[in-house]
């Protein structure tokens, strides 16, 4: 019998292999201009996307369309718009903002649903309250999140959550191997000594009710990296101030000092008359919206 589990656990191990590595192999690049459409949602709901010079809005459009290319998005008793998409594409390229070769090669499709579910994946019944997971086993390359919860990400900008970032910071975590709160390919040696130590230090302190960090990251250390990721994404200025060496650490994590960036989101009402989003210096009628004028 176990020469037989051998066998079964080799042949499983090649399909996953041979998977990857077509998957890779198929990767699609953009080959289109970003649309001003979709522009004007970045705009609207990305405060990330709006703290952006010229040069990061072309990298972070380029990453979003690649993403979209290549990772299938499914809606599972809803329906799936743009803006659904774009605001999943733009939780998996915030993270991995400064390693502009990253790519989601484990990762071939997002299952939206409307709002929480349970461990069986129902969205009606009792014990629904799952907001994102990543799949494994049979839903292994799959990522499960909640619509209601992805909108409420990008709407609230002052309870540092955001499920989907969560998630993606989770598929980045896993790209080691395992989902443990150390994420080695961003992680340098030098720093994962300390980065254990740090968060042992705040996991106590979230049981010692000494914390304004989510007591879902006293789980386990996998599930502080992922909150606390949230946090640096949407309150950076609160976490240097009241968590700096926490602060310190993230930013060697991703590359990023976030408390550099403006983090606003804009309304936009837009004439043939107004300045295109797209920076040109033109009107909006003689430039992306030549089209319609």
Same mark, same amino acid.
């Given at each position: 019998?176990?020469?037989?589990?051998?066998?079964?656990?080799?042949?499983?191990?090649?399909?996953?292999?041979?998977?990857?590595?077509?998957?890779?192999?198929?990767?699609?690049?953009?080959?289109?201009?970003?649309?001003?459409?979709?522009?004007?949602?970045?705009?609207?709901?990305?405060?990330?996307?709006?703290?952006?010079?010229?040069?990061?809005?072309?990298?972070?459009?380029?990453?979003?369309?690649?993403?979209?290319?290549?990772?299938?998005?499914?809606?599972?008793?809803?329906?799936?718009?743009?803006?659904?998409?774009?605001?999943?594409?733009?939780?998996?390229?915030?993270?991995?903002?400064?390693?502009?070769?990253?790519?989601?090669?484990?990762?071939?499709?997002?299952?939206?649903?409307?709002?929480?579910?349970?461990?069986?994946?129902?969205?009606?019944?009792?014990? %629904? $309250?799952?907001?994102?997971? +990543?799949? &494994?086993? #049979?839903?292994?390359?799959?990522?499960? !999140?909640? *619509? /209601?919860?992805?909108?409420?990400?990008?709407?609230?900008?002052?309870?540092?959550?955001?499920?989907?970032?969560?998630?993606?910071?989770?598929?980045?975590?896993?790209?080691?191997?395992?989902?443990?709160?150390?994420?080695?390919?961003?992680?340098?040696?030098?720093?994962?000594?300390?980065?254990?130590?740090?968060?042992?230090?705040?996991?106590?302190?979230?049981?010692?009710?000494?914390?304004?960090?989510?007591?879902?990251?006293?789980?386990? %250390? $996998?599930?502080?990296?992922? +909150?606390? &990721?949230? #946090?640096?994404?949407?309150?950076?200025? !609160?976490? *240097? /101030?009241?968590?700096?060496?926490?602060?310190?650490?993230?930013?060697?994590?991703?590359?990023?000092?976030?408390?550099?960036?403006?983090?606003?989101?804009?309304?936009?009402?837009?004439?043939?008359?107004?300045?295109?989003?797209?920076?040109?210096?033109?009107?909006?009628?003689?430039?992306?919206?030549?089209?319609?004028?």
């Amino acid at each position: 019998m176990e020469f037989i589990a051998l066998i079964v656990l080799l042949i499983l191990l090649y399909i996953i292999i041979k998977w990857r590595k077509s998957k890779s192999s198929d990767w699609k690049t953009p080959q289109k201009s970003f649309p001003t459409a979709w522009r004007m949602i970045l705009m609207e709901n990305v405060a990330f996307y709006n703290a952006l010079n010229t040069e990061e809005e072309k990298l972070f459009e380029f990453k979003i369309q690649e993403f979209l290319l290549n990772i299938r998005i499914t809606g599972i008793e809803t329906k799936v718009d743009k803006k659904d998409e774009l605001l999943i594409a733009a939780s998996a390229i915030i993270p991995i903002f400064q390693f502009p070769e990253w790519k989601y090669t484990r990762l071939y499709e997002v299952l939206l649903y409307p709002a929480a579910f349970n461990e069986k994946f129902e969205t009606s019944g009792e014990g %629904r $309250s799952i907001l994102g997971m +990543v799949g &494994s086993g #049979y839903m292994e390359g799959k990522m499960i !999140l909640s *619509k /209601r919860a992805l909108h409420h990400g990008f709407s609230n900008e002052s309870d540092k959550k955001n499920t989907a970032i969560h998630e993606f910071v989770h598929l980045v975590d896993k790209s080691d191997g395992v989902i443990d709160g150390v994420p080695e390919l961003l992680l340098d040696k030098q720093y994962a000594i300390p980065w254990f130590d740090l968060i042992n230090k705040k996991i106590d302190e979230i049981y010692e009710n000494q914390s304004d960090i989510n007591p879902y990251g006293a789980t386990n %250390r $996998s599930e502080f990296f992922a +909150v606390i &990721s949230e #946090y640096f994404f949407e309150r950076p200025q !609160l976490l *240097k /101030r009241k968590h700096p060496e926490l602060y310190h650490l993230l930013e060697e994590v991703f590359k990023q000092d976030m408390t550099a960036r403006a983090l606003e989101k804009k309304t936009l009402s837009i004439g043939r008359n107004s300045s295109c989003p797209c920076n040109s210096g033109k009107k909006f009628k003689k430039c992306c919206g030549r089209n319609h004028y």
